[in-house]
C-alpha cells in the first residue's frame, strides 16, 4: 500500500513587496526523499523552505502534512533566548533519556554544548540548531545551507549521517561534491516555476541546459512567426477583412506572449584584471612558528609560493589556517622564523567574516564611501580597476538591481553579502588574491564564474575553503594544517591531497612537508626519507605521482587558449586579449615541456632504484 506524502503543496502563491515569489507552484515530498533544492541566489530557494515547513504563510494555496508526520526546519538565525548554553537549546523538545543524540552530534559538527548562549558565535549556534534537528530525526529535514560554517571533517561526518539515515530531506547547499554525494531528486527553482527531475544533483547541470536550450529555441520560433506575421501587417490588409482582421488580433496575441516571457538572469559579469606582474617569487616562509597562550599553531615551516600559483589552506576549524595566511600575508609577526615578500606585490583580500562591509550603509555608499574606489568629485561613480563607472550600472554586473542600491547591506542575503564583497574586490587592479572562504553562499552558476576568472587570473592565488570540488577544480597546491602545529604541502586540490594522505603513513606524512609543484617548494625540520624501493625521495616519489595530473591539467589549457586564438579577428577586435592569450599559451608550453623533462628524469630514477 503506497504511503501518504510527508508534505504536500498545492498552488503555492507568495508575493513580497509587490514582487511575486511564487505563482501557483505544486509539489510533493515523499516518505525517504533525499531531493536537491537548487535554485540562483535570490529565486526564492529559503522563502519555499520556510514555507515547506510551515513559517511563512502564502498568499494562497494550501499546505498539506499528514496527521502525526513530523517536519523539522534548521533555522539559520535560530532564536535561542530563554536558553544558557548551546547543549540545553538542542536538547530542548527531547526526552530526558535522548539528551545523548545532543552529545554524539556535538562531537561530530564539533562544538561544546556547554558553550553560553551569550557568548556563542553565528557559526556555534547554527551548527547547534543543526544538531537539534539531527538529534530529534523528524521524518522529514528541511536543511538551508548546513555546511556552512561547517570544516570539512565536520561535513564529512554530516554527510555519512545523512546517507544513513532512514529520514527523508530536502537540502539546499552550494557544495557540488556535498549535493552529489546525499541526492536522489532535483527540484530546481527557476523564475518562479518549479522543475521536479527523479535525478539527483549530479545530472542537474545537463538537465538545465537542456531546459534553456529548448527553450531558446521555442522562443526563436516564437520571434520568427511574429516576425513573419509583422511582415505581412506592413505589406497591408487584401479582400476578407474579417479573416484578415483574426491574424491580426493573432500578431498581437503572440506579441503578448513573448511580453509575459520572463527573461533568465545572466551571469554576474564578474571581471579580475590583474596589476603589473609580481616578481616571480611571491611569498618566501623560513623556518616560522607561532603560539598562542601556550597552544602551538605553527612549528617550524617553510615554503616558496611564486607567481601563478593557487595555494588552498584546509584543515579543521581553529586549527590555524587564517593565522597562517597572516603570518604569509605580514599581518601578524610569527614568534621565530621569516617571511619574506617579492617586488610589485599588490594584494586584495576577500575577508570570511564579511568585516569590509558595514551593515548599516547602504550598496551605494558602500561602494562609493570605499577610498579606493572613490572618484574626486563624482559622487555617483567609482573607479573600476582604473576606470569610472556609474555606481548603479557596477553594481547591476553583479545582479543588483536598481531597488537595492539605496537598501542597507544588513538586508541582503548572505550570497547578495558575498556578491557584493566581489564587487569591491574585483575594482581594483591586483596581482595576489587573498580569498578567505569565498565559496559560502554564492549560487552555483557564480561559483562556476569565479572558477573560470581565478583560472584567467595572471596573478597568484591564496585560499581559504572547505568546498571539496571547487578546492579540486581551482588549486594547485594544498596546505594541510594538521594540529599541533603541522603544516604539510602537497601538490593539487582536495582530491589530490586526499590520495597522497591516504597512501602512506599519516605519522610519517605529518612530519615532513612536500614539493607542491614545480615553482613551490616546503622544507620541513626533518629530511625526507628515502623510499628504497623506487629509488626517490618521499618528494619525489609524490612528485612523480602528482606529475600527470599536471600535465593533463596544462594540455587542457593549452588546447583552450589555442581554440581561443583561432580566431582570426581575435587581434583586431581584443588586441589586448590576444596578447594575454599569447604570454599565457608560451608560458604554459615552457610548464608543460618542464614537467615533461621532470617526469622522465623521475622515472627513469625509479627504474633504476627498483
Given at each position: 500500500?503506497?504511503?501518504?506524502?510527508?508534505?504536500?503543496?498545492?498552488?503555492?502563491?507568495?508575493?513580497?513587496?509587490?514582487?511575486?515569489?511564487?505563482?501557483?507552484?505544486?509539489?510533493?515530498?515523499?516518505?525517504?526523499?533525499?531531493?536537491?533544492?537548487?535554485?540562483?541566489?535570490?529565486?526564492?530557494?529559503?522563502?519555499?523552505?520556510?514555507?515547506?515547513?510551515?513559517?511563512?504563510?502564502?498568499?494562497?494555496?494550501?499546505?498539506?502534512?499528514?496527521?502525526?508526520?513530523?517536519?523539522?526546519?534548521?533555522?539559520?538565525?535560530?532564536?535561542?533566548?530563554?536558553?544558557?548554553?548551546?547543549?540545553?537549546?538542542?536538547?530542548?523538545?527531547?526526552?530526558?533519556?535522548?539528551?545523548?543524540?545532543?552529545?554524539?552530534?556535538?562531537?561530530?559538527?564539533?562544538?561544546?554544548?556547554?558553550?553560553?548562549?551569550?557568548?556563542?558565535?553565528?557559526?556555534?549556534?547554527?551548527?547547534?540548531?543543526?544538531?537539534?534537528?539531527?538529534?530529534?530525526?523528524?521524518?522529514?529535514?528541511?536543511?538551508?545551507?548546513?555546511?556552512?560554517?561547517?570544516?570539512?571533517?565536520?561535513?564529512?561526518?554530516?554527510?555519512?549521517?545523512?546517507?544513513?539515515?532512514?529520514?527523508?530531506?530536502?537540502?539546499?547547499?552550494?557544495?557540488?561534491?556535498?549535493?552529489?554525494?546525499?541526492?536522489?531528486?532535483?527540484?530546481?527553482?527557476?523564475?518562479?516555476?518549479?522543475?521536479?527531475?527523479?535525478?539527483?544533483?549530479?545530472?542537474?547541470?545537463?538537465?538545465?541546459?537542456?531546459?534553456?536550450?529548448?527553450?531558446?529555441?521555442?522562443?526563436?520560433?516564437?520571434?520568427?512567426?511574429?516576425?513573419?506575421?509583422?511582415?505581412?501587417?506592413?505589406?497591408?490588409?487584401?479582400?476578407?477583412?474579417?479573416?484578415?482582421?483574426?491574424?491580426?488580433?493573432?500578431?498581437?496575441?503572440?506579441?503578448?506572449?513573448?511580453?509575459?516571457?520572463?527573461?533568465?538572469?545572466?551571469?554576474?559579469?564578474?571581471?579580475?584584471?590583474?596589476?603589473?606582474?609580481?616578481?616571480?617569487?611571491?611569498?618566501?616562509?623560513?623556518?616560522?612558528?607561532?603560539?598562542?597562550?601556550?597552544?602551538?599553531?605553527?612549528?617550524?615551516?617553510?615554503?616558496?609560493?611564486?607567481?601563478?600559483?593557487?595555494?588552498?589552506?584546509?584543515?579543521?576549524?581553529?586549527?590555524g589556517k587564517t593565522t597562517l595566511l597572516k603570518l604569509l600575508m605580514k599581518e601578524i609577526e610569527p614568534d621565530q622564523g621569516?617571511?619574506?615578500?617579492?617586488?610589485?606585490?599588490?594584494?586584495?583580500?576577500?575577508?570570511?567574516?564579511?568585516?569590509?562591509?558595514?551593515?548599516?550603509?547602504?550598496?551605494?555608499?558602500?561602494?562609493?564611501?570605499?577610498?579606493?574606489?572613490?572618484?574626486?568629485?563624482?559622487?555617483?561613480?567609482?573607479?573600476?580597476?582604473?576606470?569610472?563607472?556609474?555606481?548603479?550600472?557596477?553594481?547591476?554586473?553583479?545582479?543588483?538591481?536598481?531597488?537595492?542600491?539605496?537598501?542597507?547591506?544588513?538586508?541582503?542575503?548572505?550570497?547578495?553579502?558575498?556578491?557584493?564583497?566581489?564587487?569591491?574586490?574585483?575594482?581594483?587592479?591586483?596581482?595576489?588574491?587573498?580569498?578567505?572562504?569565498?565559496?559560502?553562499?554564492?549560487?552555483?552558476?557564480?561559483?562556476?564564474?569565479?572558477?573560470?576568472?581565478?583560472?584567467?587570473?595572471?596573478?597568484?592565488?591564496?585560499?581559504?575553503?572547505?568546498?571539496?570540488?571547487?578546492?579540486?577544480?581551482?588549486?594547485?597546491?594544498?596546505?594541510?594544517?594538521?594540529?599541533?602545529?603541522?603544516?604539510?604541502?602537497?601538490?593539487?586540490?582536495?582530491?589530490?591531497?586526499?590520495?597522497?594522505?591516504?597512501?602512506?603513513?599519516?605519522?610519517?606524512?605529518?612530519?615532513?612537508?612536500?614539493?607542491?609543484?614545480?615553482?613551490?617548494?616546503?622544507?620541513?625540520?626533518?629530511?625526507?626519507?628515502?623510499?628504497?624501493?623506487?629509488?626517490?625521495?618521499?618528494?619525489?616519489?609524490?612528485?612523480?605521482?602528482?606529475?600527470?595530473?599536471?600535465?593533463?591539467?596544462?594540455?587542457?589549457?593549452?588546447?583552450?587558449?589555442?581554440?581561443?586564438?583561432?580566431?582570426?579577428?581575435?587581434?583586431?577586435?581584443?588586441?589586448?586579449?590576444?596578447?594575454?592569450?599569447?604570454?599565457?599559451?608560451?608560458?604554459?608550453?615552457?610548464?608543460?615541456?618542464?614537467?615533461?623533462?621532470?617526469?622522465?628524469?623521475?622515472?627513469?630514477?625509479?627504474?633504476?632504484?627498483?
Open positions: 500500500m503506497a504511503r501518504a506524502p510527508l508534505l504536500q503543496l498545492s498552488d503555492i502563491s507568495l508575493t513580497f513587496g509587490g514582487n511575486p515569489i511564487f505563482d501557483k507552484v505544486s509539489l510533493v515530498v515523499q516518505p525517504g526523499d533525499r531531493v536537491a533544492l537548487v535554485g540562483r541566489n535570490g529565486s526564492g530557494k529559503s522563502t519555499l523552505m520556510k514555507v515547506m515547513a510551515g513559517l511563512v504563510e502564502a498568499d494562497s494555496g494550501h499546505r498539506t502534512v499528514p496527521p502525526g508526520a513530523s517536519v523539522g526546519y534548521m533555522d539559520q538565525h535560530p532564536d535561542m533566548s530563554g536558553f544558557s548554553t548551546l547543549g540545553e537549546f538542542a536538547a530542548s523538545g527531547l526526552d530526558a533519556g535522548e539528551t545523548y543524540r545532543v552529545e554524539m552530534a556535538a562531537e561530530g559538527l564539533k562544538f561544546k554544548p556547554d558553550t553560553p548562549v551569550a557568548t556563542a558565535s553565528g557559526g556555534e549556534r547554527r551548527r547547534a540548531a543543526l544538531a537539534k534537528l539531527m538529534a530529534e530525526a523528524p521524518e522529514l529535514m528541511l536543511l538551508d545551507e548546513p555546511t556552512n560554517h561547517l570544516d570539512i571533517e565536520a561535513i564529512a561526518w554530516l554527510e555519512a549521517e545523512l546517507k544513513n539515515t532512514r529520514t527523508g530531506f530536502v537540502l539546499i547547499s552550494h557544495d557540488r561534491a556535498f549535493l552529489r554525494e546525499l541526492t536522489r531528486a532535483t527540484l530546481w527553482i527557476d523564475r518562479g516555476v518549479i522543475r521536479r527531475q527523479e535525478k539527483g544533483f549530479a545530472d542537474f547541470e545537463a538537465w538545465r541546459d537542456k531546459v534553456w536550450e529548448d527553450e531558446d529555441q521555442a522562443r526563436h520560433k516564437l520571434n520568427r512567426k511574429i516576425k513573419a506575421e509583422a511582415r505581412w501587417a506592413v505589406e497591408g490588409i487584401s479582400a476578407r477583412r474579417k479573416r484578415n482582421q483574426g491574424r491580426v488580433r493573432n500578431l498581437q496575441d503572440l506579441r503578448a506572449e513573448r511580453a509575459s516571457q520572463i527573461k533568465r538572469q545572466g551571469a554576474a559579469a564578474m571581471d579580475l584584471a590583474a596589476a603589473p606582474k609580481s616578481g616571480k617569487r611571491v611569498i618566501e616562509a623560513t623556518e616560522i612558528s607561532k603560539s598562542y597562550e601556550g597552544n602551538c599553531i605553527l612549528r617550524d615551516f617553510s615554503i616558496r609560493i611564486q607567481r601563478g600559483e593557487r595555494v588552498a589552506f584546509v584543515g579543521p576549524n581553529g586549527v621569516t617571511v619574506q615578500h617579492g617586488t610589485n606585490l599588490l594584494p586584495a583580500v576577500f575577508d570570511q567574516s564579511r568585516a569590509q562591509l558595514d551593515p548599516e550603509m547602504t550598496l551605494w555608499d558602500s561602494l562609493t564611501g570605499d577610498k579606493d574606489m572613490r572618484v574626486s568629485g563624482q559622487a555617483d561613480q567609482v573607479m573600476v580597476r582604473g576606470q569610472p563607472k556609474h555606481v548603479v550600472g557596477y553594481l547591476k554586473e553583479f545582479l543588483f538591481d536598481e531597488r537595492q542600491v539605496r537598501a542597507p547591506v544588513k538586508s541582503l542575503s548572505g550570497g547578495e553579502k558575498a556578491r557584493l564583497l566581489l564587487a569591491k574586490l574585483m575594482a581594483r587592479e591586483s596581482n595576489l588574491l587573498v580569498l578567505d572562504e569565498p565559496t559560502n553562499d554564492l549560487d552555483i552558476e557564480t561559483l562556476d564564474l569565479l572558477q573560470e576568472l581565478l583560472d584567467d587570473f595572471d596573478g597568484t592565488v591564496l585560499l581559504v575553503s572547505h568546498d571539496r570540488d571547487f578546492l579540486d577544480r581551482v588549486a594547485t597546491t594544498t596546505i594541510a594544517m594538521e594540529g599541533d602545529g603541522r603544516a604539510t604541502v602537497y601538490a593539487g586540490g582536495w582530491s589530490d591531497y586526499r590520495a597522497q594522505r591516504g597512501t602512506d603513513n599519516p605519522d610519517t606524512i605529518s612530519k615532513s612537508t612536500t614539493s607542491a609543484s614545480p615553482s613551490a617548494e616546503a622544507v620541513s625540520g626533518e629530511k625526507p626519507k628515502q623510499t628504497k624501493a623506487s629509488g626517490l625521495s618521499f618528494t619525489e616519489k609524490h612528485r612523480l605521482e602528482a606529475l600527470p595530473q599536471d600535465m593533463q591539467r596544462l594540455e587542457a589549457e593549452i588546447a583552450k587558449l589555442e581554440q581561443l586564438l583561432a580566431d582570426p579577428d581575435l587581434f583586431t577586435r581584443e588586441p589586448v586579449k590576444f596578447k594575454k592569450a599569447t604570454e599565457a599559451l608560451t608560458a604554459r608550453q615552457t610548464a608543460l615541456q618542464e614537467a615533461e623533462d621532470e617526469w622522465l628524469r623521475l622515472e627513469e630514477k625509479a627504474e633504476k632504484g627498483a
